[in-house]
Each structure stands twice: as structure tokens, then as C-alpha cells.
């Protein structure tokens, strides 16, 4: 018979104190404590950079820090003197002696525009310097004639009157034109174009702008102009102008 106090044969012994055996942990080996480097690896070294290239990347950093501030000096500068453009007015036009040919070519046209402007300086702290003046007359874009007027400066806040006188003596036009010039007198009015290129310099105690080149276009002024009159005027008022540096 079999002893009822023996264990099975085949199964673990039952535990002693009531509490199961804990699992037999493996040994794991010990890491290695010794490093061994791979002398075959080829090992890189940057080079430093020729003192040519070295030279030219100061330069380059030197020469944006200078734009910058002179950006920066230009940029307060603008901000304290606020520069503006002048303004020109056309105040009356008056036309004379006109004669214009097309019986046989060439065509030719001649006549005398005188023009009176009113010219501003709306600077507070700028004066102006007008070193250079020349006054053309267009007809639908097709040139006529042109004069120089005398140089003239403006303190600040302040208005001048100038005159410019534009003589055509047989100057020559295209037929076309001639034709165009016709139909506008039948109708009683003709528009011309009166522009001026100006060298200006703007100045403000020891601070001095360079010259610029100022454009003044007052485009379509309308002339009253009957089919067989040689005179005519400005119709309409005074015209403001655009100005351009």
C-alpha cells in the first residue's frame, strides 16, 4: 500500500512554510569590463579655412553691418526732416499768335504759350534749390516745343510765382496731328500738355540732399479755341499737377 504521508512521485514537493519556492533565477554573466577600440577607423580632421576666405567673410559681415547703419542713420534722418514733394499749379495759360499750316507739307505750327504757375514748398525744415528748369508743350503726345527757365530756391512754407514763356516758330507736327488739332478748334477747345524736368536740391542747415530730378506733369489743360481765332485761354480754373522724384 501506498504511504498517504509521501509525496507523489512527479510533482514538486509541497513548500514547507506554507509560501511556494521562488523561481530559480539564471545567472547572467558579468558585462565586460574592458573596452576594446577599433584601431582600423579611419579618423577625419577638418581643416581650417584658408586666411583668404577668412578675410572675405570679415569683409563681407563689415560691409552689411555698415549699410545698416547707414539704413538706419538715412531712416532717422527721414523721420526728423519728413522731406516732401513741391507742388506746381497751373494758375492761367494764355495762347497767341496762332498759326498752324497744312496746306503743304511739312505741316507746321506756329504760336506762343505763356504759363504762370504758383510753385509750394510744403517743407517745415527743408529749403529747396531749383539749379535747373525746362518747360516743354505737348499736343497728344507729340512734342511742339520747350524753354529754360531761370534758376529760383524756396525756404520752407513758401509760394513763388513763375512764368514760362514757350515760342513754336514753324515748328514741325505730323499730319495726323494737324488733323486731330482741327477737329478740337471746330469744337471750340484744345487741350495741351505742359511738362518741366527740375535738378532740385533739398538743404536743411549742414544737412544737404543730393540733386534729384524733379518731373512736373500737367496733362490735358483745356484752352478755349475757336476754328478761326489765334488766341486762347485756360478754361476751367487752375489745375494741380503731379509731381515726381
Same mark, same amino acid.
Given at each position: 500500500?501506498?504511504?498517504?504521508?509521501?509525496?507523489?512521485t512527479? +510533482?514538486?514537493a /509541497?513548500?514547507?512554510? =506554507? +509560501?511556494p519556492?521562488?523561481?530559480? %533565477? !539564471?545567472? %547572467?554573466?558579468?558585462p $565586460? $569590463?574592458?573596452y576594446?577600440p &577599433?584601431?582600423?577607423? !579611419?579618423?577625419?580632421?577638418?581643416?581650417?579655412p584658408? /586666411?583668404?576666405?577668412?578675410?572675405?567673410?570679415?569683409?563681407?559681415? @563689415?560691409?552689411?553691418?555698415?549699410?545698416?547703419?547707414?539704413?538706419?542713420?538715412l531712416f532717422?534722418?527721414?523721420?526728423?526732416?519728413?522731406?516732401?514733394?513741391?507742388?506746381?499749379?497751373?494758375?492761367?495759360?494764355?495762347?497767341s499768335?496762332?498759326?498752324?499750316? $497744312?496746306? @503743304?507739307p511739312?505741316?507746321?505750327i506756329?504760336?506762343?504759350?505763356?504759363?504762370?504757375?504758383?510753385v509750394?514748398?510744403?517743407? #517745415?525744415?527743408?529749403h529747396?534749390?531749383y539749379?535747373?528748369i525746362i518747360?516743354?508743350?505737348y +499736343?497728344?503726345?507729340?512734342?511742339?516745343? !520747350? &524753354? !529754360?527757365? /531761370?534758376?529760383?530756391?524756396?525756404? *520752407?512754407? &513758401?509760394?513763388t510765382?513763375v *512764368?514760362?514763356?514757350l515760342? @513754336? #516758330?514753324? @515748328?514741325?507736327?505730323?499730319?495726323?496731328?494737324?488733323?486731330?488739332?482741327?477737329?478740337d478748334?471746330?469744337?471750340?477747345?484744345?487741350?495741351?500738355?505742359?511738362?518741366?524736368?527740375?535738378?532740385v536740391?533739398?538743404?536743411?542747415g =549742414?544737412?544737404r540732399?543730393?540733386?534729384r530730378?524733379?518731373?512736373?506733369?500737367?496733362?490735358?489743360?483745356?484752352?478755349?479755341?475757336?476754328?478761326?481765332? #489765334?488766341?486762347?485761354?485756360l478754361?476751367?480754373?487752375s489745375?494741380?499737377?503731379a509731381?515726381?522724384?
Amino acid at each position: 500500500m501506498t504511504d498517504p504521508t509521501r509525496p507523489a512521485t512527479g +510533482y514538486p514537493a /509541497p513548500p514547507t512554510n =506554507g +509560501y511556494p519556492q521562488p523561481p530559480h %533565477q !539564471q545567472q %547572467q554573466p558579468p558585462p $565586460s $569590463s574592458y573596452y576594446y577600440p &577599433n584601431y582600423n577607423q !579611419q579618423q577625419y580632421y577638418l581643416e581650417p579655412p584658408p /586666411p583668404r576666405a577668412v578675410f572675405f567673410r570679415r569683409f563681407m559681415s @563689415a560691409l552689411v553691418a555698415t549699410f545698416i547703419i547707414i539704413g538706419v542713420i538715412l531712416f532717422i534722418i527721414w523721420l526728423i526732416l519728413r522731406p516732401r514733394v513741391p507742388i506746381f499749379t497751373v494758375d492761367s495759360i494764355s495762347l497767341s499768335s496762332l498759326n498752324l499750316s $497744312s496746306t @503743304a507739307p511739312p505741316s507746321e505750327i506756329s504760336a506762343t504759350w505763356t504759363v504762370h504757375f504758383t510753385v509750394s514748398n510744403p517743407n #517745415s525744415k527743408l529749403h529747396v534749390y531749383y539749379d535747373q528748369i525746362i518747360a516743354r508743350i505737348y +499736343y497728344k503726345s507729340s512734342f511742339i516745343t !520747350q &524753354n !529754360q527757365l /531761370p534758376p529760383f530756391d524756396q525756404p *520752407t512754407k &513758401n509760394q513763388t510765382a513763375v *512764368t514760362a514763356i514757350l515760342v @513754336a #516758330s514753324s @515748328a514741325y507736327i505730323p499730319p495726323d496731328i494737324v488733323k486731330d488739332f482741327n477737329g478740337d478748334r471746330s469744337k471750340g477747345s484744345v487741350k495741351f500738355d505742359v511738362q518741366m524736368i527740375a535738378l532740385v536740391r533739398f538743404k536743411s542747415g =549742414g544737412w544737404r540732399a543730393r540733386t534729384r530730378y524733379l518731373r512736373v506733369l500737367c496733362d490735358d489743360l483745356p484752352l478755349s479755341v475757336t476754328s478761326n481765332a #489765334s488766341n486762347g485761354t485756360l478754361s476751367g480754373g487752375s489745375r494741380r499737377c503731379a509731381s515726381l522724384i
